[in-house]
């Protein structure tokens, strides 16, 4: 007999396997009340205002109910949401804003001069309002990577396992997303 008590104390992981075995709605709702802020929060980063966000939040919940089990926990449950999330609200920004972005390749010969903590400092030191007005301005691929990284900490590792890239791919991401932010963001600092 499942309690409260017992389905509160599963951990992420368990409480998804048990609702893909199931179908328990009541176990969906328990998921739902975990990470419901959270993910209203990511969508908040992408709508225009309350209510967009919070249709945006019910899409992903109901789209989630239904994909679910292609979670396969090669990565925290969390992460995982957090890619879907962020996918899903990226599909919706170029969608209502009918840009289709090209997939940008890697060149590898740019890796040799890669590095993770280069120009950080001037990356970090940026004006919250100017900013968030610089987010705005690039690409929803772009914004998507940079929040991965900047606003929700993960680890190189973890956005790989998210996104279903390799590491060279994320850090030449991450990359090319800073230069451009950093590049919008002086446009709009003159």
């Known amino acids: 007999m499942k309690t409260l008590d017992n389905i509160n104390s599963l951990s992420d992981e368990d409480l998804v396997q048990a609702i893909v075995k199931t179908n328990d709605t009541l ?14 929060n990511k969508c908040y ?16 919940f109901l789209k989630l109910f239904v994909k679910l089990a292609s979670f396969k926990g090669k990565s925290k449950f969390s992460t995982w ?10 599909n919706y920004v170029t969608r209502n804003t009918a840009k289709k972005f090209e997939k940008q390749s890697v060149d590898y010969t740019d890796l040799e001069n ?17 900013l968030k007005v610089a987010l705005e301005l690039i690409s929803p691929q772009e914004k998507m990577i940079l929040l991965l990284k900047y606003q929700d900490n993960l680890s190189i590792k973890e956005i790989e396992s998210a996104l ?27």
């Open 45 to 60: 980063g992408f709508a225009k205002d309350e209510d967009e966000a919070k249709d945006l939040t019910q899409d992903v």
């Open 164 to 190: 279903g890239i390799g590491e060279s791919a994320v850090k030449m991401r991450i990359k090319r997303a800073k230069d451009k932010l950093i590049s919008v963001y002086n446009l709009n600092d003159k």
């Open 27 to 40: 176990l969906f709702e328990t998921l739902y009340d975990r990470f419901a802020r959270l993910v209203y």
């Open 81 to 90: 949401l957090y890619a879907f999330t962020y996918n899903h609200c990226v």
């Open 114 to 130: 890669l590095s993770e903590e280069e120009d950080d400092n001037s990356f970090l030191s940026m004006k919250v309002d100017k």
